[in-house]
């Protein structure tokens, strides 16, 4: 499950993205993850909770607060306690079903390079650390995918506040 955000917000993430993540590994858009794994065989469940939950919000704000070194890449973290609420409230919901990774305490990011060198991590960390400035973006509701082995196909786009969009592409 991902956080979609406005268009012309995550655009600039997918640019870094596409000029930083390992080609051979980028084989997904920029985007922010709400929950890594929720069991297929419950989607019936998860969308009518997810929807539930998600009704009761207008669009999201949000701040891109700064970097974050992940060793191995580079992430932009985002902060929003109304997304916080609402990713608590979903995770209430779906406790039973999630594994370590989604049990683990939750930090909204935007991976844009992951899977190189240290090095290299550093490099881009320093590079965009000297212009990085806090800004605001907006989340318009979430998107629940369903994985392929490799690919992803949309399942369901979840708008806050009657929000009325197109699926979106690929995460």
Not at 12 to 41: K, Q
């Amino acid at each position: 499950m991902t956080a979609r955000l406005a268009e012309n917000d995550i655009e600039p993430f997918d640019r870094l993205r596409e000029a930083h993540f390992p080609p051979d590994r980028n084989v997904l858009c920029a985007h922010l993850t709400m929950f890594h794994r929720l069991p297929g065989e419950y989607s019936e469940r998860i969308i009518e909770r997810l929807e539930r939950v998600t009704d009761g919000y207008g669009v999201v704000a949000a701040e891109v607060s700064g970097l974050r070194h992940l060793g191995g890449g580079v992430a932009y973290s985002v902060l929003s306690p109304p997304l916080q609420e609402i990713h608590a409230r979903l995770r209430a919901e779906f406790l039973t079903w999630l594994g370590p990774q989604d049990r683990q305490t939750w930090q909204p990011h935007i991976t844009i390079q992951n899977k190189v060198s240290t090095s290299k991590a550093d490099a881009l960390y320093h590079e965009l650390s000297q212009s990085f400035q806090a800004h605001s973006i907006q989340i318009l509701g979430l998107d629940l995918w369903d994985y392929l082995g490799g690919p992803w196909r949309h399942a369901k786009f979840a708008p806050f506040h009657g929000i009325d969009q197109p699926a979106a592409a690929t995460p």
